[in-house]
């Protein structure tokens, strides 16, 4: 002991501290790009009860378990929850936050795909929680 | 070393009996058999998931029940007293004492078990092993919650007994020409793990009673209708629940240590 050489030691670990270093500044990096929501976003309040999903678009209308949208905009999502707590994730677009009651929480996306996706609760809610879904209707209007 | 052989004894010796081997066995073996219990449940989770549409399970009840006490069985049920019982069996021996510290506080907290287990399976709860508000407090049918509330109370003031006894173990009755520095590892680990146990547990104690009491209406903590936040359950949770994970790994990493370098006979 004491006689052998420590600089491997100290190259692992500035290797492994720079490492570490650039990993946690690229992840604040991209969180801070995520996170920017774009001045134009549509706003849709979503609204999670057991067992079915409500959106509210910014002119008023109303609709439960469809949610229709335009491809190439952009739309801040605030959630609401009427009960328990549950969680809107669009899959495909890697969409996912929970509504908890008594909170708003927000999320913005903007759909580059026309077409239909899967809307679903990921937060346990009960009895129906498996069947708690919707469907997400991106309309191509410029085509 | 002279192996000193045992005649068998009867069952209700090892049962009734305070001496750290025999401790540890029970914990051994009543692990062991929820470890079953819970893989039976997974079993009949993936036979229900085989293919789509109903196989066995007609009702969504019923499998929410599954999952939820599958869950609970394998994390507080299983992992949690078998390491308590490689800890009983092995710590005394590690820092060359006869017993744990208290041996009938040792006994006790290994029969605060069963009666938790049969809580959770009589009642089978349905609202998934982290219990979140309001889900629990205002939707989730009763008896089976409170009872599930009832089992993990027990089960956490179980391991906070535990953990009291390997601490005092390890620290105060550890033989004098024994130095920390000499100690193996795997005591180490449950001292570690066990102090762990200490500072992580009181919390998620406290929150299942704010649950209890919210859900008999007499407190709002985590109910937003009447003024408090579901989130700060999670949080009183998750103080807890992070530590567990390394309360769970940090005896596996001193079995590492006894058995591929301390006792390697393997690859040297």
Redesign the interface.
Known sequence: MGHHSTWPEWVYVGVVVALMCYVGAEAWNIERIIEHVPEDAELIKVTGQ?WLWTFEHEDGTKEIGELHLEKGKAYHFEIYSK???HSFNIHDYVVLMDA????VNTVWFSPDKAGEFDIQCR?????????MRGTLIVEDKGA | MVLELQKPRPIWQIMFSTHHTDVGLLYLITSLAFMFMGGALALLLRVELFSPGVQLIAD??T??RIFTVHGTTLIFLFILPSASAFGNYLVPIMVRYKDMAYPKLNAVAFWMIPPAGALIWLGFA???WYA????SV???PGPAADMWIFGLKILGVSSILGAINFVVTIMKCKHPDLPLSKMPLLAWSYLTSSLIILVAVPTFAAALLMLLTDRLGASGFFN??MG????AYQHLFWFTFHPEVYILVIPAIGFYEILFIRHNTIWT
Request: glycine share 8%.
């Open positions: 057991q009960d328990v707590i908890v009651p008594g909170r937060e346990y809610c009960g009895l129906i929680h498996y069947n | 969504s009840m499998y929410n349905d609202f998934t979140y508000p309001t889900y205002i939707s989730a937003p209708a408090g936040d579901p989130i």
